[in-house]
T-cell receptor
Framework: KQEVTQIPAALSVPEGENLVLNCSFT??????LQWFRQDPGKGLTSLLL?????REQTSGRLNASLDKSSGRSTLYIAASQPGDSATYLC??????????FGTGTSLTVIP | KAGVTQTPRYLIKTRGQQVTLSCSPI?????VSWYQQTPGQGLQFLFE???????NKGNFPGRFSGRQFSNSRSEMNVSTLELGDSALYLC????????????FGPGTRLTVL
């Protein structure tokens, strides 16, 4: 069974700092990996989707990388802002199957 | 284009009752997945429906069931509610089945007393 771990569980940074969130998974036979953010009491918002043949994806201040061989993905957030405060979740998808979610990283950006 | 909608947004039930939650996917999306989110277990996959057929099912007891209608709207039902069923239930839709990008609704907060 696929196990997905996110470290750290919580992170607090001052506004303007660059930061990296980590996601590791146990089975490298994945179809793709997706990063989401979740605001308190809300649903999930898709940030980036990386297909297994890709190494990274970028959207604005966000950059996600994928290393299947080592079972790792990172989400890089540049020039963090208070509005980035949320819980960030990664999800891996085995070939044609369900999503397996990590436990999330709770990010607080201090003004 | 309207997003994924879920009704109701909040529910309070007592143990032993049953509950039905509804999800309307984004127009044109044919796949609907359901997840349970709790502080202790995180996000766990319940089931996925595509074209009215259940494609995948997570590791949940038979008290949890679902269905999908011809217009892609989906319902999930939980019978004989237990305290541990208190959770945020999230629905996600995608254009195709499997590993396509999923778009989530706001969730239904179920509290079992």
């Amino acid at each position: 069974k696929q196990e997905v771990t996110q470290i750290p569980a919580a992170l607090s940074v001052p506004e303007g700092e660059n930061l990296v969130l980590n996601c590791s998974f146990t089975d490298s036979a994945i179809y793709n990996l997706q990063w989401f953010r979740q605001d308190p009491g809300k649903g999930l918002t898709s940030l980036l989707l990386i297909q297994s043949s890709q190494r990274e994806q970028t959207s604005g201040r966000l950059n996600a990388s994928l290393d299947k061989s080592s079972g790792r993905s990172t989400l890089y957030i540049a020039a963090s802002q208070p509005g980035d405060s949320a819980t960030y979740l990664c999800a891996v998808i085995p070939t044609g199957n369900q999503f397996y979610f990590g436990t999330g990283t709770s990010l607080t950006v201090i003004p | 284009k309207a997003g994924v909608t879920q009704t109701p947004r909040y529910l309070i039930k007592t143990r032993g009752q049953q509950v039905t939650l509804s999800c309307s996917p984004i127009s044109g999306h044919r796949s609907v997945s359901w997840y349970q989110q709790t502080p202790g277990q995180g996000l766990q996959f319940l089931f996925e429906y595509f074209s009215e057929t259940q494609r995948n099912k997570g590791n949940f007891p038979g008290r949890f069931s679902g269905r999908q209608f011809s217009n892609s709207r989906s319902e999930m039902n939980v019978s004989t509610l237990e305290l541990g069923d208190s959770a945020l239930y999230l629905c996600a839709s995608s254009q195709t089945a499997g590993a396509d990008t999923q778009y989530f609704g706001p969730g239904t907060r179920l509290t079992v007393l």
